[in-house]
Nanobody, 115 residues
Framework: QVQLVESGGGLVQAGGSLRLSCTAS????????MGWYRQAPGKQRELVATITNDGTTNYADSVKGRFTISRDYAKNTVYLQMNSLKPEDTAVYYC?????????WGQGTQVTVSS
């Protein structure tokens, strides 16, 4: 089992920035990537960004150039730096520890961007 603890959400004005953090503990040897997903009201959960153990990153087109995913391997922590936030970025953001055939989810953190 892997446990994930997220932090860093909140309310911000459009154009502002937030940084999300997610710290993993437990059986992390099975994890080959970490990711951030989000779910807005009435919508399906969607991929925001992922980063593999070798540092390869992948972003949704909607956040490219504005969001940056990074990892601190010593702290077992993944970050999502979100700049130039837009109202359409409002959602619950979930951290995921990805393993073959599935993964583990964090509890989610609310990000609200006001116009």
């Amino acid at each position: 089992q892997v446990q994930l603890v997220e932090s860093g959400g909140g309310l911000v004005q459009a154009g502002g920035s937030l940084r999300l953090s997610c710290t993993a503990s437990g059986s992390i040897f099975s994890i080959y990537a970490m990711g951030w997903y989000r779910q807005a009201p009435g919508k399906q959960r969607e991929l925001v960004a992922t980063i593999t153990n070798d540092g390869t990153t992948n972003y949704a087109d909607s956040v490219k150039g504005r969001f940056t995913i990074s990892r601190d391997y010593a702290k077992n922590t993944v970050y999502l730096q979100m700049n130039s936030l837009k109202p359409e970025d409002t959602a619950v953001y979930y951290c995921k520890a990805i393993k073959l055939g599935g993964g583990y989810w964090g509890q989610g953190t609310q990000v609200t961007v006001s116009s």
